[in-house]
């Protein structure tokens, strides 16, 4: 829509409407609103990320300032690209850097970001598919890099996977069962496991299971390799449980960004802790890791399991779900 030679758009935005309270409103906006950026684009899908929910229920951590449109993801054509760098039409995905956070983000039905952020869509995977993935497939696969570079095989044993049921975690059950690992899943809703093993999941574990865990220096090793997408104390746990040699790749703080650890399952058991960033990554290194998606990483087939299409006048209720921990896979929003 026109108004006075100005699009008019819709998008979600966060209003801190007294101290500490926020609303999630769908509004309208105009293009003009949108800051000086020389890459335009008409978003068709977006998705939902953790951040986002931090944002929109307005965690210090963050550093969102409002009135604010969260959305870390977004895909789309470009409608004009002042840079030259892209072609009216092109379908770019962006997923990080800024958007979002400072720069109004994907929750939205234009934006406007640094031609830098985007990349050209690799053929074999569609836009649905994209932000079905989104930052949180890229997470996942960088977790599962980090573990293989680290010299990971399938026969070293089992690969734990924390809060398994959410985004990043059912992708990399989905991934890391897909590349042969025996994933043991574990979450915080055991109702779930049949959603679980449908993806791949060898075994479902209690999240309280690990618990007894804290009061121990070490523990028998179940596992040889982990992703931890939970931080807080349970990724101190998860270190502590690891057999000779193995690692965890960490990307997470779902149950809080603080843990107190002792040196002694890194000096005795040679332990890594592998940290994982797919927001600041360097494009080249992200577009590498779209281009194994659509190829030999492929998990399109379980991406219907995992992702639930969602319309943007239902984010605020979804958003209030991923804040609570109560999300299940992916939500990507269809503003097609
Ligand atoms: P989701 O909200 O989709 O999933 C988080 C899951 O963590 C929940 O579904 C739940 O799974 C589990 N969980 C929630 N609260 C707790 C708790 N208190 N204790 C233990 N487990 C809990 O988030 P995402 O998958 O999108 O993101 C996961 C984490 O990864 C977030 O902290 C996010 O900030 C981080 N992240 C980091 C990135 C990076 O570049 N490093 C990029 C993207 C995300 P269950 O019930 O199955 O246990």
């Known amino acids: 829509m026109e108004n006075n030679g100005d699009v008019v758009f819709r998008a979600i935005q ?9 609303d999630q409103l769908l509004v309208q906006r105009r293009l003009s609103d949108l800051p000086d950026n020389p890459l335009v684009m008409a978003v068709s899908h977006s998705s939902l990320n953790y951040k986002d929910a931090l944002c929109a229920f307005g965690n210090p951590g963050i550093g969102c300032e409002y009135p604010h449109t969260p959305g870390m993801d977004a895909i789309g054509k470009v409608v004009v690209d002042h840079s030259g760098t892209f072609s009216r039409g092109d379908e770019l995905l962006v997923t990080g850097y800024d958007l979002g956070m400072h720069t109004p983000g994907g929750l939205a039905e234009r934006i406007a970001i640094p031609p830098g952020w985007a990349l050209v869509l690799p053929q074999g995977l569609n836009a649905r598919e994209s932000m079905a993935l989104g930052t949180a497939g890229l997470t996942a696969a960088l977790c599962v890099e980090k573990l293989l570079d680290s010299g990971a095989t399938p026969q070293d044993g089992e690969v734990l996977v924390t809060g398994a049921t959410g985004g ?8 890391l069962a897909k ?5 043991a899943a574990v979450t915080g809703k055991l109702e779930s496991a049949d959603f679980l093993a449908a993806l791949g999941a060898w075994k479902v574990i209690d999240r309280e299971t690990l618990a007894p865990f804290a009061s121990k220096a070490m523990t028998k090793p179940p596992w040889a390799w982990a992703v931890d997408t939970v931080g807080g104390e349970t990724l101190f746990n998860v270190i502590k449980s690891l057999a000779y040699g193995g690692g965890v790749a960490a990307c997470g703080m779902a149950s809080g960004a603080q843990f107190h650890a002792s040196v002694l399952p890194f000096i005795r058991r040679g332990i890594s802790l592998l940290g994982v960033d797919s927001v600041a990554l360097p494009i080249e290194k992200k577009a590498g890791v779209w281009h194994l998606f659509a190829d030999q990483w492929s998990i ?6 995992i992702a639930e299409d969602i319309s943007l006048g239902q984010v605020p209720e979804y958003l209030a779900r991923l804040h609570r921990g109560h999300g299940i896979g992916r939500y990507v929003v269809d503003m097609s």
């Open 179 to 183: 590349l042969g690992f025996r994933v």
């Open 168 to 175: 990043v975690g059912s992708i990399a059950v989905a991934l």
């Open 14 to 22: 966060i209003v801190e409407v007294a101290a500490g309270k926020f």
């Open 300 to 305: 399109g087939d379980q991406l219907n399991r």
